[in-house]
């Protein structure tokens, strides 16, 4: 398989490997240090990871083992790409670059208020899993079922959402 390497990201050699494993594939890197990677390799490496974690349970303050909150969730998924992240939903939407609701691809984050509807605070995010224009699904720690997949569509969903922030580009 043939990869065309466009948009510049820069990694480490060990996260080349992990998205070299992810693929089925063998990447030839030179120079040894860094090698640049495109948007879409990344968001679709991390739906590859963050699926792999499909029916975690959920754990308040969770990063793995016992389970996972959101904002852990979306921490240990960005972080195997080498990407770092604050432990906090209201942390990570600093991160990246607001975007409409008609530019969401995959790979970005979506933010929800808490569940208290009056509340203007950040209390809930997921990672897009659809390409843009499909309809939005995300995958994200629900305190009700843990790691799953859900639509913005969905009443619940629509009535909390915030904003929609692209970290993938903006990461060096």
Do not use: W
């Amino acid at each position: 398989m043939l990869l065309k390497l466009s948009v510049a990201q820069s990694f480490k050699p060990d996260t080349i490997l992990q998205l070299s494993s992810l693929f089925n594939d063998t990447l030839l890197i030179y120079p040894p240090t860094k090698v640049k990677i495109g948007r879409k390799v990344l968001a679709d490496s991390l739906l590859n990871i963050s699926k792999q974690y499909l029916g975690d349970r959920y754990a308040r303050g969770g990063t793995g083992k016992r389970g996972f909150d959101c904002s852990g969730f979306t921490l240990v998924v960005y972080k195997q790409l080498g990407i770092k992240l604050p432990h906090t939903s209201a942390g990570q939407s600093l991160y990246g670059i607001q975007i409409s609701r008609n530019q969401i691809d995959k790979g970005d984050l979506l933010f929800f208020r808490s569940r208290n509807r009056r509340s203007k605070r950040i209390g809930h995010v997921g990672i897009v899993i659809s390409n843009k224009g499909e309809d939005i699904q995300f995958i994200h720690s629900s305190t009700s079922a843990g790691v799953r997949i859900d639509q913005l569509s969905a009443v619940y969903y629509q009535k909390r959402f915030m904003k929609a922030t692209r970290v993938l580009p903006l990461y060096q």
